[in-house]
């Protein structure tokens, strides 16, 4: 970090991959020098002394909040299967799935 | 002009008819949002019936609540059911949500007409509206010049007069730097005041919905009806909702007011009159900002000193690492937030000869390059090996500021700095990812510790351009900010009108 | 077992909870409806939509936790990234380093202490149908269908440590933790239906080592017997390999119908889920006064019911039966009532396998027992009339209207099964009043002098000529017993 090479474009190519973004060779480049550039800025935390510091996720403390185990109205599915790109009896359609067993 | 107020009063009292406020403002639309573009979809039929709804009610004596008849624009993230929700993303383009978002039923509940929805960055990314898929929107001030971003199609909507209120959402100053830009009112209220319900998502624990209006009432009347507990968001507090609109008058004599030193670092430098002092330990002082600003956030200072606010200066030094914080954390929220645009349920698909390869096609046509890269970015920074040097370290930064905001608060009861570095800038001027991301370097601070803030114009900077000034408060404290705003408003010298109001304005005289 | 080996199993076990609705949504938790009917825009990540906690799910989450003598921590729920078509947000929330329950343990019944290393709650995912492929298999599918009915589903993922040593110890954990669970109340926990979801570690080490060597995670296990098998195939494979001088592949393997297990292509980001707290939920924390509530609403855990159950003479096979039945409540119930213990344990044993005995009344089966022992009923009588009141007992809860309004239902359809002496009445098996009895003995030995000088010579097997008159003349409904009893003091006297 800090030196230009924060990332390189194996590494984005890699999180393209993560990301399911499909990108050709000039794009990776192109986002190489993007992200380079921010992680690049991202060096001036290196200093910074936090081992104190605990993690904040939530910028408002609350806790325990919940909703009554109590059914509601579902939404109507074929409002929402008229908004889907393939849809077939009633599911949603999309091409093969490879890979793991289901 | 009229003032959301103005309507409301007299729709109510059948002095108006919501019908004619509506045509009035679609009018406008129709004469200038060629130029502006600050609508991706103006819904004029359904605001015709909505308003006729209205009409009907006041004749059958019925009150149709505290906005009635008045026109309101949308951020086209916020959910509208049956009417397209795009986030001006050929990704969402034509989606339409089978569900009305909380502060749409909240705004149309009290009377509000919804009049349309308004441009934006794509999934709110960006401070300029330029990553608009669908093209930018202008800011009415000089058409040249970008509105401000994200929600740059609200703030440009109620600046050009198209709507007396609009609604848009802050993540890291997506409400406050367009209304800094366009001259206009905007707030970000604490994080959890407004229900996120149907905000599409881009950074969960900075996202928060607020309103646009021309002056401080406006904003704190729409404030009011959108607030409050909703058991759909669980990041949304159980509080009662104040009288936002009792402390407008309050005057500030005997607030604490601390002008952040890292914030206002150029220009005047002095202390301003009887100040209790510093908190905390001085901070570098941020440079990029722009003298012409930093000079107004001075006069502002002196004008509440005049008007019986105490106020000094105050440290709060984790703000200058907020920018890098926030480009880590928001990206790795967005990255995973993004994650369902996959074309199997909505929106876009491109077809594959596989789901991945779909998925994969599908991310590529459907993103613009700012969501890619931020979605990449904040993938990288969630993934293993850089989590703790990026994402985990982020957190820690944002403790940091929430403790530094805490020690600042136990001094000052609101604090002032800039709202943006700068004065609206021209289309292109910040194309280099970094210089546009630091637009929100004085904004991101009350993103990251959830604080309210908001922008009140006061004056004008370079190129007569509107200069605004931010009002931050601790958690829940919107009635101190607004209090504080009421009067910089009061004494704010008058900002030119945009030019497009001296067109003829089929408003005048209705 | 191969000699020198010895194999090691760790479990983890998702269970569908219990609840009426989703873990996040309010969407109804339904099995069975048509595809996407079930589902709100939380079930579909639909752009906006945010999810909120069933505060029930917790609630079963721990309860389940301290059956399994684990610690109810403070936990936080996170997002584990990766794109499914089945999963509608491409990330699915769980609870991740900080999980609700943790650190408890499992005594498996004859066997060994269990480890439980966690228990969290998570989402499930929707359902896939692969469209054109073999036996609807992803080889050559032309494509799939999506519905979400079960996404969003409340899973409780159960962990234990690499406690296990054999097949026949994982299959008796896994029924264990399925009864305390139908205990609980906390899952119907079936293995064949999916509501209970059984991933084996296994791994293999030099018998009386401590390392834990290479473990594959075996998945697609739905019996006990397909548990069974897998561990001893897998456990078989790596000896092989390690034998021939190979080693195992830590990789996820998938049980088949052929008893085989198969390597699953895995993907690169398999393993970077890129885990991070989800933004949308806040922290879970359960106070000292909420856990101690969950844990006054417990049930008796099944070790405690069979120990009891012993204690009233029930054989360990004998106690198992009747907690696999349900029906250590009734018998607990009915000995506690005044039963004669052994005879009520026979009967839940011998003539309970019936639909409708685990809603009887404790005190009515007592009463029963007591007819019986007291011999106003005879054994045949006595299974004749239980029968009945099983049936009457299912009549009665099938009368009372779905979602009565009588939280109770249960109870009062049992308390409906009615009287055993009514119902004994009812079949005309007329308790025989003594003397009645000793009328019919008397009336037989008149009738048959020979016999009755045979019978008084010694020679008992003539008693069955007065036991069969006085069975003739009450069809059947006398006491065969008391008959002997009555003759004999005859003979006596
Ligand atoms: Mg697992
Ligand atoms: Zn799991």
Same mark, same amino acid.
Request: net charge negative; with cysteine; charged share 20%.
């Given at each position: 970090m800090g030196d230009g090479t924060a990332i390189s474009s194996e590494q984005v190519a890699h999180v393209a991959r993560l990301a399911r973004i499909e990108l050709t060779p000039d794009e990776i480049e192109h986002y190489t020098g993007h992200l380079g550039r921010v992680l690049e800025h991202a060096?001036?935390?290196?200093?910074?002394?936090?081992?104190?510091v605990p993690p904040l996720a939530h910028p408002y403390p609350l806790s325990n909040v919940f909703r009554d185990d109590v059914a509601g109205s579902p939404v109507d599915r074929d409002e929402v299967l008229s908004q889907a790109p393939a849809a077939s009896g009633g599911q949603f359609e999309v091409p093969p799935v490879l890979g793991e067993e289901a | 002009m009229t003032s959301a107020h103005a309507i409301a009063s007299d729709v109510r009292a059948g002095a108006r008819r919501a019908s004619d406020v509506l045509e009035d403002f679609l009018g406008r639309i129709e004469m200038h949002d060629g130029d502006v /573009? %600050?609508?991706?979809?103006?819904?004029a039929d359904q605001a015709r019936a909505a308003a006729a709804a209205i009409d009907a009610a006041v004749d059958e004596g019925r009150d149709p609540g505290p906005l009635a008849g008045v026109p309101v624009a949308f951020k086209d993230n916020l959910c509208t059911r049956g009417v397209a929700t795009t986030c001006s993303s050929r990704m969402l383009e034509g989606w339409q949500p089978p569900y009305d978002a909380t502060v749409v039923q909240a705004m149309t509940a009290a009377?509000?007409?919804?009049?349309g929805k308004t441009n934006l960055d794509e999934f709110a990314m960006?401070?300029?509206?330029? /990553?608009s898929a669908f093209g930018p929107t202008r800011n009415? /001030?000089?058409?040249?010049r970008v509105p401000g971003g994200s929600s740059g199609g609200s703030a440009a909507a109620v600046a050009a007069g198209f709507a007396p209120l609009a609604l848009g959402s802050d993540t890291g100053g997506s409400i406050r730097q367009p209304a800094s830009l366009c001259g206009i009112v905007g707030i970000k209220p604490t994080?959890? $005041?407004?229900? $996120?319900?149907?905000l599409v998502a881009f950074a969960s624990s900075f996202d928060q919905i607020g309103p646009f209006a021309a002056d401080v009432a406006d904003a704190a009347l729409a404030l009011g009806v959108i607030s409050g507990h909703d058991p759909?968001?669980?990041? @949304?507090?159980p509080a009662a909702v104040p009288?936002?609109?009792?402390?407008?008058?309050?005057?500030?004599?005997g607030l604490r007011v601390g002008v952040i030193s890292e914030l206002t670092g150029s220009g005047r430098n002095g202390a301003a009159t009887g100040g209790p002092g510093t908190a905390g330990a001085a901070g570098e002082v941020l440079d990029g900002i722009d003298a012409d600003v930093t000079e107004r956030v001075h006069e502002a200072a002196d004008a509440l000193a005049d008007a019986g606010a105490t106020v000094g200066r105050v440290s709060v030094p984790a703000v200058t690492y907020g920018l890098t914080a926030y480009y880590l954390i928001a990206p790795a929220e967005a990255s995973s937030n993004l994650a $369902?645009?996959?074309?199997?349920?909505?929106g876009l698909r491109v077809d594959g000869a596989d789901v991945e390869e779909m998925n994969r096609l599908t991310r590529r046509a459907g993103f613009g390059d700012e969501v890619k890269a931020r979605i990449m970015l904040g993938t990288f920074a969630l993934s293993a090996g850089y989590y703790d040097a990026y994402y985990g370290k982020a957190q820690r930064v944002r403790m940091l500021t929430r403790r530094d905001f805490d020690a600042a608060y136990a001094d000052f009861d609101v604090l002032l700095s800039p709202? @943006?570095?700068?004065v609206a800038f021209r289309f292109g001027? $910040? %194309?280099d990812p970094m210089t546009m991301y630091r637009c929100d370097t004085c904004t991101i601070p009350s993103n990251l510790s959830g604080d309210p803030a908001m922008s009140v114009p006061f004056g004008i900077g370079a190129e007569g351009l509107p200069v605004g000034v931010q009002v931050l408060a601790p958690a829940l404290g919107e009635e101190p900010m607004l209090t504080v705003a009421a009067a910089l408003e009061r004494a704010a010298p008058p900002l030119p009108a945009p030019p497009l109001s001296t067109v003829a304005d089929p408003t005048e005289g209705a | 077992m191969a000699a020198g080996w010895e194999t090691v199993v760790g479990l983890e076990v998702h269970v569908e909870l219990a609840?009426?609705?989703?873990l996040f949504s309010?969407? #109804?938790?339904? *099995?069975?409806?048509?595809?996407?009917?079930?589902?709100t825009p939380v079930c579909l990540g639909l752009p906006g939509s945010l999810p909120v906690l069933n505060r029930r799910a917790v609630e079963l989450a721990m309860a389940v936790g301290l059956a399994l003598n684990c610690d109810i921590r403070p936990s936080v729920f996170h997002r584990k990234n990766y794109f499914y078509p089945d999963m509608p947000k491409d990330y699915q929330v769980s609870q991740y380093d900080?999980?609700?329950?943790?650190d408890g343990w499992l005594d498996v019944p004859g066997g060994s202490r269990v480890g439980i290393e966690r228990a969290h709650l998570e989402e499930d995912a929707g359902k896939t149908t692969h469209l054109? =492929?073999?036996? =609807?298999?992803?080889? =050559?599918?032309?494509g799939a269908l999506v519905d979400y009915?079960?996404?969003g589903t409340p899973l409780l993922e159960i962990v234990s440590r690499p406690d296990i040593g054999s097949a026949a110890e994982a299959s008796a954990y896994v029924e264990e933790l399925r009864a305390i669970l139908l205990a609980v109340g906390?899952?119907?926990?079936?293995l064949e239906e999916g509501s209970m979801r059984v991933d084996a570690n296994i791994s293999v080490r030099p018998a009386g080592s401590a390392e834990l060597r290479t473990r594959c995670e075996v998945k697609n296990l739905n019996s006990l017997r397909s548990l069974r098998n897998a561990i001893d195939f897998e456990a078989r494979r790596h000896i092989e390999l390690y034998e021939a001088g190979e080693a195992p592949v830590q990789e996820t393997r998938h049980w088949s119908e052929d008893g085989r297990t198969h390597s699953l292509r895995s993907k690169?980001?398999?393993?970077?889920?890129?885990? *991070?707290?989800? #933004?949308?939920l806040v922290p879970l924390v359960p106070d000292d006064e909420w856990i101690a509530q969950v844990r006054a609403a417990m049930p008796e855990l099944p070790a405690s019911v069979r120990a009891r159950l012993h204690e009233c003479g029930a054989e360990p096979e004998d106690a198992q039966v009747i907690v696999d039945r349900g029906l250590a409540p009734v018998v607990l119930g009915a000995v506690a009532a005044g039963a004669d213990s052994r005879r009520t344990v026979t009967h839940a044993v011998q003539?309970?396998?019936?639909?409708?005995a685990e809603l009887l009344d404790p005190d009515g089966l007592a009463s029963l027992v007591n007819l019986e022992t007291s011999g106003q009923l005879t054994a045949t009588q006595a299974k004749t009339v239980l029968v009945e009141m099983c049936a009457r007992a299912v009549t009665a809860m099938h009368a009372? #209207?779905? =979602?009565?309004?009588? #939280?109770?239902g249960s109870a009062s359809a049992a308390a409906l099964a009615l009287d055993p002496t009514a119902i004994a009445a009812e079949l005309? *098996?007329?308790?025989?009043?003594d003397d009645e009895l000793e009328t019919l003995v008397d009336e037989a030995i008149a009738a048959n002098p020979e016999a009755w000088e045979k019978f008084r010579a010694g020679?008992?097997?003539?008693a069955g000529v007065f036991v069969g008159a006085v069975m003739k003349a009450t069809r059947g409904q006398a006491d065969g017993h008391a008959v002997t009893q009555l003759l004999a003091q005859r003979r006596d006297a």
């Amino acid at each position: 970090m800090g030196d230009g090479t924060a990332i390189s474009s194996e590494q984005v190519a890699h999180v393209a991959r993560l990301a399911r973004i499909e990108l050709t060779p000039d794009e990776i480049e192109h986002y190489t020098g993007h992200l380079g550039r921010v992680l690049e800025h991202a060096g001036e935390l290196e200093d910074l002394d936090l081992a104190d510091v605990p993690p904040l996720a939530h910028p408002y403390p609350l806790s325990n909040v919940f909703r009554d185990d109590v059914a509601g109205s579902p939404v109507d599915r074929d409002e929402v299967l008229s908004q889907a790109p393939a849809a077939s009896g009633g599911q949603f359609e999309v091409p093969p799935v490879l890979g793991e067993e289901a | 002009m009229t003032s959301a107020h103005a309507i409301a009063s007299d729709v109510r009292a059948g002095a108006r008819r919501a019908s004619d406020v509506l045509e009035d403002f679609l009018g406008r639309i129709e004469m200038h949002d060629g130029d502006v /573009h %600050a609508f991706n979809t103006v819904t004029a039929d359904q605001a015709r019936a909505a308003a006729a709804a209205i009409d009907a009610a006041v004749d059958e004596g019925r009150d149709p609540g505290p906005l009635a008849g008045v026109p309101v624009a949308f951020k086209d993230n916020l959910c509208t059911r049956g009417v397209a929700t795009t986030c001006s993303s050929r990704m969402l383009e034509g989606w339409q949500p089978p569900y009305d978002a909380t502060v749409v039923q909240a705004m149309t509940a009290a009377g509000a007409v919804m009049i349309g929805k308004t441009n934006l960055d794509e999934f709110a990314m960006g401070s300029s509206t330029e /990553h608009s898929a669908f093209g930018p929107t202008r800011n009415p /001030h000089d058409l040249a010049r970008v509105p401000g971003g994200s929600s740059g199609g609200s703030a440009a909507a109620v600046a050009a007069g198209f709507a007396p209120l609009a609604l848009g959402s802050d993540t890291g100053g997506s409400i406050r730097q367009p209304a800094s830009l366009c001259g206009i009112v905007g707030i970000k209220p604490t994080y959890g $005041r407004v229900s $996120r319900y149907g905000l599409v998502a881009f950074a969960s624990s900075f996202d928060q919905i607020g309103p646009f209006a021309a002056d401080v009432a406006d904003a704190a009347l729409a404030l009011g009806v959108i607030s409050g507990h909703d058991p759909a968001d669980s990041t @949304s507090i159980p509080a009662a909702v104040p009288d936002f609109e009792a402390a407008l008058g309050r005057g500030v004599e005997g607030l604490r007011v601390g002008v952040i030193s890292e914030l206002t670092g150029s220009g005047r430098n002095g202390a301003a009159t009887g100040g209790p002092g510093t908190a905390g330990a001085a901070g570098e002082v941020l440079d990029g900002i722009d003298a012409d600003v930093t000079e107004r956030v001075h006069e502002a200072a002196d004008a509440l000193a005049d008007a019986g606010a105490t106020v000094g200066r105050v440290s709060v030094p984790a703000v200058t690492y907020g920018l890098t914080a926030y480009y880590l954390i928001a990206p790795a929220e967005a990255s995973s937030n993004l994650a $369902r645009y996959d074309g199997t349920r909505y929106g876009l698909r491109v077809d594959g000869a596989d789901v991945e390869e779909m998925n994969r096609l599908t991310r590529r046509a459907g993103f613009g390059d700012e969501v890619k890269a931020r979605i990449m970015l904040g993938t990288f920074a969630l993934s293993a090996g850089y989590y703790d040097a990026y994402y985990g370290k982020a957190q820690r930064v944002r403790m940091l500021t929430r403790r530094d905001f805490d020690a600042a608060y136990a001094d000052f009861d609101v604090l002032l700095s800039p709202t @943006s570095p700068c004065v609206a800038f021209r289309f292109g001027e $910040r %194309a280099d990812p970094m210089t546009m991301y630091r637009c929100d370097t004085c904004t991101i601070p009350s993103n990251l510790s959830g604080d309210p803030a908001m922008s009140v114009p006061f004056g004008i900077g370079a190129e007569g351009l509107p200069v605004g000034v931010q009002v931050l408060a601790p958690a829940l404290g919107e009635e101190p900010m607004l209090t504080v705003a009421a009067a910089l408003e009061r004494a704010a010298p008058p900002l030119p009108a945009p030019p497009l109001s001296t067109v003829a304005d089929p408003t005048e005289g209705a | 077992m191969a000699a020198g080996w010895e194999t090691v199993v760790g479990l983890e076990v998702h269970v569908e909870l219990a609840t009426d609705t989703k873990l996040f949504s309010a969407a #109804p938790s339904r *099995f069975g409806d048509e595809p996407n009917t079930n589902v709100t825009p939380v079930c579909l990540g639909l752009p906006g939509s945010l999810p909120v906690l069933n505060r029930r799910a917790v609630e079963l989450a721990m309860a389940v936790g301290l059956a399994l003598n684990c610690d109810i921590r403070p936990s936080v729920f996170h997002r584990k990234n990766y794109f499914y078509p089945d999963m509608p947000k491409d990330y699915q929330v769980s609870q991740y380093d900080q999980p609700i329950c943790s650190d408890g343990w499992l005594d498996v019944p004859g066997g060994s202490r269990v480890g439980i290393e966690r228990a969290h709650l998570e989402e499930d995912a929707g359902k896939t149908t692969h469209l054109g =492929g073999a036996d =609807g298999r992803i080889h =050559g599918a032309v494509g799939a269908l999506v519905d979400y009915n079960r996404a969003g589903t409340p899973l409780l993922e159960i962990v234990s440590r690499p406690d296990i040593g054999s097949a026949a110890e994982a299959s008796a954990y896994v029924e264990e933790l399925r009864a305390i669970l139908l205990a609980v109340g906390a899952s119907d926990a079936r293995l064949e239906e999916g509501s209970m979801r059984v991933d084996a570690n296994i791994s293999v080490r030099p018998a009386g080592s401590a390392e834990l060597r290479t473990r594959c995670e075996v998945k697609n296990l739905n019996s006990l017997r397909s548990l069974r098998n897998a561990i001893d195939f897998e456990a078989r494979r790596h000896i092989e390999l390690y034998e021939a001088g190979e080693a195992p592949v830590q990789e996820t393997r998938h049980w088949s119908e052929d008893g085989r297990t198969h390597s699953l292509r895995s993907k690169e980001e398999a393993d970077d889920y890129r885990y *991070f707290p989800e #933004p949308d939920l806040v922290p879970l924390v359960p106070d000292d006064e909420w856990i101690a509530q969950v844990r006054a609403a417990m049930p008796e855990l099944p070790a405690s019911v069979r120990a009891r159950l012993h204690e009233c003479g029930a054989e360990p096979e004998d106690a198992q039966v009747i907690v696999d039945r349900g029906l250590a409540p009734v018998v607990l119930g009915a000995v506690a009532a005044g039963a004669d213990s052994r005879r009520t344990v026979t009967h839940a044993v011998q003539n309970l396998a019936l639909d409708g005995a685990e809603l009887l009344d404790p005190d009515g089966l007592a009463s029963l027992v007591n007819l019986e022992t007291s011999g106003q009923l005879t054994a045949t009588q006595a299974k004749t009339v239980l029968v009945e009141m099983c049936a009457r007992a299912v009549t009665a809860m099938h009368a009372t #209207p779905a =979602g009565a309004e009588d #939280p109770s239902g249960s109870a009062s359809a049992a308390a409906l099964a009615l009287d055993p002496t009514a119902i004994a009445a009812e079949l005309g *098996f007329e308790a025989m009043a003594d003397d009645e009895l000793e009328t019919l003995v008397d009336e037989a030995i008149a009738a048959n002098p020979e016999a009755w000088e045979k019978f008084r010579a010694g020679e008992a097997k003539v008693a069955g000529v007065f036991v069969g008159a006085v069975m003739k003349a009450t069809r059947g409904q006398a006491d065969g017993h008391a008959v002997t009893q009555l003759l004999a003091q005859r003979r006596d006297a």
